[in-house]
């Protein structure tokens, strides 16, 4: 099966994450990052998660007994619209993890899952429409969790002094997004309600730094993208939002690991472990959005403000991956589908594990 991210692979102008933070003044303090392109395929400071060594089989042991899992080692993806470290920080409860974790950074969900399917990182959290893409590409991935959000984290923005008032206007326009995002699902359902299709418009698949870079200089007529650089946008002159999430898109995001990963019984208890945590940690976010938006604010570089207005806006609930949610990631995938997108049919649910399920609630 073809690789759907070959395309954008092959796209001239393509930069590390390190030209990416001058643009967006990141300034993520240094936890083994990896500068990762769309087409990595592995992470430099990761290792492959698939073959059990006699230490895993022993931390497998202990932690079947209730032991330590102090032995085993998790690489999760990053980015600055998940800040899963930070948003542990945050939380107080970074140091509470029982295993030990190499983090890597990556510009958008699509590259962190290229990293996941490889076995080079894993475990990650990601938007919709990543999972989907990894999937038609034949990656061996599983979504272990979801979340569900508010509207107002997805944006399509246009300059303030636009002429386009309507997604109808859109026709002709060059759209910047991000390939194989959440953001490109929320643009295809924009379109399509309009009674355009992809067809219609120019995509530029861009990173979002050098989307900020194209939308801010003019060389793109409108941003599909996804908190906090939406946020980021609109703080500064001439940004206005045609549209958000409300009747767009999809309202849930995943946490995201390798088949391997959880093939690996050591492994597989510390992600329970992880996701335990981080779904304690959403549902204190929620709750404190200023404490949460300072930290993610010392993560990513940007204001404040930005990011308080971040973290209100891309707050998110854990929720059971149910029958429903399940469904709603198959439309996402029928969506590409039909649009010419990802190659051929792909059934989600054989890229779902419910085992973790019995975590919400719990917390």
């Known amino acids: 099966m073809m690789n759907p991210f070959n395309d954008q692979a092959r796209r001239p102008g393509r930069r590390r994450r390190g030209a990416s933070r001058a643009i967006l003044a990141m300034a993520k303090p240094a936890v083994a990052v990896a500068a990762v392109a769309l087409a990595a395929a592995a992470c430099s400071s990761a290792g492959g998660s698939g073959a059990t060594s006699a230490a895993t089989v022993a931390s497998a042991q202990a932690a079947a007994a209730g032991g330590s899992l102090s032995g085993v080692t998790l690489h999760v993806g990053d980015q600055a619209g998940a800040g899963v470290e930070a948003l542990l920080k945050a939380a107080g409860l970074l140091g509470r993890l029982p295993f030990k974790v190499t983090w890597s950074d990556f510009t958008s969900g699509p590259p962190m899952l290229q990293a996941i399917g490889a076995g080079s990182v894993d475990f990650g959290s990601v938007g919709d429409a990543p999972p989907v893409f990894a999937a038609a590409g034949g990656s061996k991935i599983d979504i272990v969790g979801a979340l569900k959000s508010g509207p107002r984290g997805a944006v399509l923005l246009v300059p303030t002094d636009s002429p386009i ?31 355009l299709t992809t067809r219609d418009v120019t995509l530029d698949y861009l990173q979002p730094a050098e989307a900020l870079a194209a939308f801010s200089s003019g060389g793109v007529d409108a941003w599909d993208i996804w908190s906090p650089f939406g946020e980021q946008a609109q703080a500064q002159p001439g940004a206005r939002v045609l549209v958000d999430g409300e009747g767009y898109g999809s309202p849930y995001s995943f946490e995201v690991t390798s088949q391997a990963t959880l093939a690996d019984p050591a492994k597989t208890a510390a992600v329970r472990s992880l996701l335990t945590l981080l779904n304690q940690a959403h549902t204190w976010a929620a709750n404190h959005p200023a404490a949460w938006a300072a930290v993610w604010a010392q993560g990513t570089g940007l204001p404040a403000g930005v990011m308080l207005d971040a973290a209100r806006d891309a707050a998110a609930v854990p929720v059971p991956i149910t029958p429903a949610v399940v ?32 975590i919400i609630g719990s917390n």
């Open 327 to 358: 469904a709603s990631e198959q439309q996402v995938s029928d969506a590409f589908t039909a649009a010419g997108l990802i190659p051929g049919h792909v059934d989600f649910s054989g890229f779902v594990d419910t085992r973790f399920n019995s």
């Open 165 to 195: 008032r309507s997604a109808a206007q859109l026709r002709g326009k060059r759209i910047a997004v991000a390939q194989g995002s959440a953001a490109d699902y929320h643009l295809l359902t924009v379109l399509q309600k309009a009674g």
